[in-house]
Every structure is written in structure tokens, then in C-alpha cells.
């Protein structure tokens, strides 16, 4: 299994201004690896402009037990991670993830920019091991409550190893609340579950089969499903 993951910085209960790495990917990605190690490849900068792979070796199960914290009904999981001095590393704030609140106060709406980055079929954009850039529209409508549609659509192609990879909206000028307003609006929308298929059943006098069509969508899961998941997080790191 394969997929990608990002790092958000979740601030320690008795020091508000120190924060714990916490590694977030979809569920299924840490659920279909085998044994109890995961390689995740952060990367050090060595001067400016060079970079290189940092691979880290995660426990992800104790005896058989899995390590991480699952949401009970989004593909969301999320666990401590063990950050290396040397790894460059930018820390999103869990602040960007969008809220319900977030979501209708910037009319987050069908036809709205979303930016992925992730590795499709393992391919990396470049020997230093960074993700590709992918860009598509928002393709579903309503988009709240999440807690009711619990998935939204995007457009754009979903291949093994975008799973898990971040959803994330990023403008300057946005139109809402009847105006313009000058500045940069950007937050996390949520994360890439899966594709999205249409199943067929093709019945014959002999035979009923079923088959998929992919429709070049992808499913994303809200940022609102991450809140939670980290909420179900041990308070710090055992």
C-alpha cells in the first residue's frame, strides 16, 4: 500500500506554543499495509534550492494492535510522528482546517479551484522525492452540513497513491458576502479518499457480472471528519 500524508502541528495541552507532529492520511492507506512498519519519506534541505529523501521508519502496530486512531465512519487516520531534527518540515496549523463555519462564511461552492498534492502510483515529481501538484473544481452540491453529505466530489483523476493527500483552497480577491475583499483566503478543505466509480450489472442468459466505470472524480473527505479524528488522539505521544 502506498499513499500520502501531511503534517499538521497540534499544540501540547500544558504549552500552548509548543506542538506535536501529527501525520494524517486516509484510513485504508495504513489499514492495507502489512506487518507493523510503515516507511514515510520526509526530506532535509541540504543548501538552497537542494533537497533530499529522508526515509523514517513509523511502528504503526504494537504485537498486531494498530498504533494510529481511525475515525469510526470517515476514511480518516491519525497518529503521532516522530520528526527527525534534520527534516525540513513546515508545519500546517491545525487552524487551516475548514470548519462548517469556514466552508459557508467564504460560500465555498460547485466550480470552486482545489489544489492535491499527492503520488500517483508511487510517482514523485522529482528525485527529492516532493509530490505532484494537481488542480481541479469542486463537482458536488450541497457541500454542508458535512456531517450529513460526509463527501464531496473533485474533479480531477484519482490513481492509487493520492490517497490521503491534502484538499486545499488557496485564492487572492475572493468574491463573498456580496463583495470583494482584497487578500489571500486559504484553508484546508479535506483530504483524497478514493475514486469515484459507476458500478453496471451485465446480466446474460448465463451469466450476471458486475463492472466499474471510473468517472475521473475524485471523493474527498471533509476537513470537519479531521477535527475529529484528532480529537480521538491521545492527549500527547505514548
Not at 25 to 38: C, D, I, S, Y
Not at 194 to 222: C, D, N, Y
Request: with cysteine; hydrophobic share 40%; glycine share 8%.
Amino acid at each position: 500500500s502506498t499513499g500520502t500524508g501531511f503534517v499538521l502541528g497540534r499544540p501540547m495541552p500544558d504549552n500552548p506554543s509548543r506542538t506535536y507532529y501529527v501525520l494524517i492520511t486516509a484510513n485504508h492507506v495504513l489499514a492495507q499495509m502489512k506487518g507493523e512498519f510503515a516507511v514515510i519519506f520526509l526530506r532535509q534541505q541540504l543548501s538552497a534550492g537542494r533537497f533530499s529523501k529522508l526515509p523514517l521508519r513509523l511502528r504503526i502496530r504494537d504485537n498486531g494492535n494498530d498504533l494510529w486512531t481511525r475515525h469510526p465512519v470517515a476514511d480518516v487516520a491519525a497518529m503521532y510522528l516522530p520528526v527527525p531534527e534534520q527534516a525540513r518540515l513546515d508545519l500546517l496549523p491545525t487552524s487551516m482546517l475548514a470548519t462548517d463555519a469556514i466552508l459557508a462564511q467564504f460560500e465555498v461552492h460547485p466550480g470552486d479551484t482545489l489544489s492535491c498534492l499527492g503520488y500517483p502510483y508511487g510517482f514523485e515529481a522529482n528525485d527529492a522525492g516532493f509530490p505532484v501538484l494537481r488542480t481541479g473544481h469542486i463537482a458536488s452540491y450541497p457541500i454542508t452540513p458535512t456531517d450529513v453529505f460526509k463527501t464531496l466530489l473533485f474533479d480531477f483523476n484519482v490513481f492509487e497513491g493520492n490517497s490521503g493527500g491534502p484538499v486545499y483552497l488557496v485564492e487572492s480577491n475572493r468574491i463573498y458576502a456580496g463583495g470583494t475583499h482584497i487578500g489571500r483566503v486559504q484553508f484546508l478543505v479535506g483530504l483524497v479518499s478514493e475514486q469515484a466509480f459507476l458500478e453496471e450489472e451485465v446480466r446474460s442468459l448465463s451469466e450476471t457480472r458486475k463492472t466499474r466505470h471510473a468517472l475521473g472524480l475524485g471523493v474527498v473527505v471533509p476537513a470537519t471528519f479531521i477535527l475529529e479524528t484528532l480529537e480521538k488522539l491521545p492527549a500527547a505521544p505514548h
